[in-house]
């Protein structure tokens, strides 16, 4: 009965290979969004999707792309993996936008 | 742009004491105010939701207050104890829409038995 739920937990990969994160809801939220927290665990919002309309951060590389085939899912997918990508990504939903947002338990990315 | 800032980065106190953890956020136009704690690796747990309009907000022994004008909030831990040691973060959204939210760079608090 996990609220938002990510696999894999754990996922090590070779430089160069494309790979997925998976992250379902069953909250019945609109907005799902994707966040990197890096090796100081700051925390940087990647993509929110609400609505079927997606926002980007400025920041994010065009490798990175978030696929949302239902209201309940919001994949991300990560193109030619680099070093500096290795880091914990968290999945989180919220009701609505400026809502409480409620997180998964993070995938954490090693890419050697 | 919107920067939250936590102070203290770490913090060590004996069990049983009161505590106030802080933040402060550049940009006052903010929707609502949110605390999260995270223990070594795992997710961020939610803990307290404000509104704007709302000068605090309470659950046990936990008690967060906003002050919106002046661009503060803090997170008061009533008698701590061991497990409540964890990294809490302040968060407030990005913009005006779904823009996720901007979050400090935390707290580690360690609470000694």
């Known amino acids: 009965d996990t609220a938002v739920s990510q696999t894999p937990k754990y996922l090590v990969t070779q430089m160069g290979n494309d790979k997925s994160i998976k992250c379902e809801q069953n909250?019945?939220?609109?907005?799902m969004y994707w966040y990197k927290q890096d090796s100081k665990k700051f925390l940087k919002i990647m993509f929110s999707?609400?609505?079927?309309?997606?926002?980007i951060n400025e920041t994010v590389p065009n490798r990175f792309s978030p696929k949302s085939p239902d209201k309940a899912h919001l994949n991300l997918h990560i193109n030619s993996l680099e070093l500096g990508d290795s880091a914990v990504y968290f999945c989180?939903?919220?009701?609505?936008?400026?809502?409480?947002?409620?997180f998964g338990q993070g995938t954490r990315l090693t890419v050697v | 742009k919107q920067e939250v800032t936590q102070i203290p980065a770490a913090l060590s106190v004996p069990e049983g004491e009161n505590l106030v953890l802080n933040c402060s956020f550049t940009d006052s136009a903010i929707y609502n105010l949110q605390w999260f704690r995270q223990d070594p690796g795992k997710g961020l747990t939610s803990l307290l939701l404000?509104?704007?309009?709302?000068r605090e907000q309470t659950s046990g022994r936990l008690n967060a207050s906003l002050d919106k004008s002046s661009g503060r909030s803090t997170l008061y831990i009533a008698a701590s104890q061991p497990g409540d040691s964890a990294t809490y973060l302040c968060?407030?959204?990005?913009?005006?829409?779904?823009?996720?939210?901007?979050f400090g760079k935390g707290t580690h608090l360690i609470i000694q038995p």
């Open positions: 999707y609400n609505n079927k309309e997606l926002i």
């Open positions: 404000i509104q704007s309009s709302q």
């Open positions: 909250l019945g939220h609109d907005t």
């Open positions: 968060a407030v959204p990005v913009g005006g829409g779904a823009d996720g939210l901007t």
């Open positions: 989180a939903s919220s009701p609505w936008v400026n809502t409480e947002a409620f």
